[in-house]
């Protein structure tokens, strides 16, 4: 009964005096202009590529062995050569129309699996089997057999690109819709939409980051794979491509022209990295904030 009349204790109230931003010390501050280059993306990687570039030129130069290791500078100058007598982009055509039928069919094949898989149980056990079984798989140990089955020429190289794209763009696209909120699922379903609809209009927009994860992954896959093969048999068609570009020069000892072959295939993919996939991206989930 005591503490019912105890007095109750009042807080003093604290008022705190707005201080104007002079006193915090400095709020804002103007970048240089060397900070604001430092900034960008492209001159932090371009700065990446010149410093290995000038490792290259040094350690060439002490080696002082062009059957070894030529410089970057001939290197260089041998890659442009090839360039301007037309020789290197053909061969880099060639490649590059056999790396696209693949990778069309390889991608076409993963969405339908990954459409059964979200369908229904049957589909997805049968893309968790089959990618447990064939993923591990290198493509190129696929080599003999497509060399039985389509003969010496781009039908064999397209099988062996259509399994290195997909299994991985159809693991990360189900991994995609599988990550997809509840909520956005019941939206589609309180629309109507079902079967394909349902997936183009919800899933795929919402699994995008995913889906394009996938598809670089399988495009590194499906590029190294195809350069890997015409190493092995060379020619498709009757014409060869990058691969046979460089087996070719291997063989008389033109090494300079090997690594400008080899250069071709790395300026290749970066300019796919740099500009296709990330112009996509940029487009659709970094405008969309589905990115950071």
Same mark, same amino acid.
């Given at each position: 009964?005591?503490?019912?009349?105890?007095?109750?204790?009042?807080?003093? !109230?604290?008022?705190?005096?707005?201080?104007?931003?002079?006193?915090?010390?400095?709020?804002?501050?103007?970048?240089?202009?060397?900070?604001?280059? #430092?900034?960008?993306?492209?001159?932090?990687?371009?700065?990446?590529?010149?410093?290995?570039?000038?490792?290259?030129?040094?350690?060439?130069? #002490?080696?002082?062995?062009?059957?070894?290791?030529?410089?970057?500078?001939?290197?260089?100058?041998?890659?442009?050569?090839?360039?301007?007598?037309?020789?290197?982009?053909?061969?880099?055509?060639?490649?590059?129309?056999?790396?696209?039928?693949?990778?069309?069919?390889?991608?076409?094949?993963?969405?339908?699996?990954?459409?059964?898989?979200?369908?229904?149980?049957?589909?997805?056990?049968?893309?968790?089997?089959?990618?447990?079984?064939?993923?591990?798989?290198?493509?190129?140990?696929?080599?003999?057999?497509?060399?039985?089955?389509?003969?010496?020429?781009?039908?064999?190289?397209?099988?062996?690109?259509?399994?290195?794209?997909?299994?991985?763009?159809?693991?990360?696209?189900?991994?995609?819709?599988?990550?997809?909120?509840?909520?956005?699922?019941?939206?589609?379903?309180? #629309?109507?939409?079902?079967?394909?609809?349902?997936?183009?209009?919800?899933?795929?927009?919402a699994a995008l980051g995913s889906i394009l994860t996938g598809l670089?992954?399988?495009?590194?896959?499906?590029?190294?794979?195809?350069?890997?093969? !015409?190493?092995?048999?060379?020619?498709?068609?009757?014409?060869?491509?990058?691969?046979?570009?460089? #087996? !070719?020069?291997?063989?008389?000892?033109?090494?300079?022209?090997?690594?400008?072959?080899?250069?071709?295939?790395?300026?290749?993919?970066?300019?796919?990295?740099?500009?296709?996939?990330?112009?996509?991206?940029?487009?659709?989930?970094?405008?969309?904030?589905?990115?950071?």
């Amino acid at each position: 009964m005591s503490r019912m009349h105890e007095p109750q204790q009042i807080r003093p !109230e604290l008022v705190r005096e707005h201080l104007p931003e002079h006193d915090f010390g400095v709020v804002q501050q103007r970048l240089t202009l060397l900070e604001r280059i #430092y900034n960008l993306g492209w001159v932090r990687k371009t700065l990446i590529l010149m410093t290995l570039a000038a490792l290259w030129q040094a350690y060439a130069m #002490y080696l002082a062995n062009d059957l070894l290791l030529p410089t970057f500078s001939t290197t260089l100058e041998a890659f442009v050569s090839r360039i301007l007598t037309g020789e290197l982009p053909a061969k880099a055509w060639v490649s590059i129309k056999v790396l696209l039928q693949g990778y069309v069919v390889g991608m076409a094949l993963a969405m339908l699996l990954t459409v059964l898989a979200m369908a229904s149980r049957l589909g997805n056990d049968l893309l968790e089997t089959l990618t447990a079984m064939l993923n591990p798989l290198p493509a190129i140990a696929l080599l003999p057999l497509a060399l039985i089955w389509f003969g010496l020429g781009s039908g064999s190289i397209v099988f062996v690109l259509v399994h290195s794209v997909l299994w991985p763009v159809a693991l990360n696209t189900h991994a995609g819709f599988m990550a997809v909120s509840s909520t956005l699922r019941m939206v589609g379903r309180n #629309y109507g939409l079902v079967g394909p609809a349902y997936v183009a209009k919800i899933l795929m927009p919402a699994a995008l980051g995913s889906i394009l994860t996938g598809l670089k992954i399988g495009w590194a896959f499906a590029w190294r794979t195809l350069i890997a093969a !015409e190493l092995v048999f060379g020619t498709s068609s009757g014409s060869g491509g990058l691969g046979w570009f460089i #087996y !070719e020069n291997k063989n008389t000892l033109d090494i300079p022209v090997v690594f400008a072959g080899l250069f071709a295939v790395i300026v290749i993919g970066l300019a796919v990295e740099g500009i296709v996939f990330r112009t996509i991206e940029q487009r659709t989930v970094r405008r969309w904030g589905m990115h950071s």
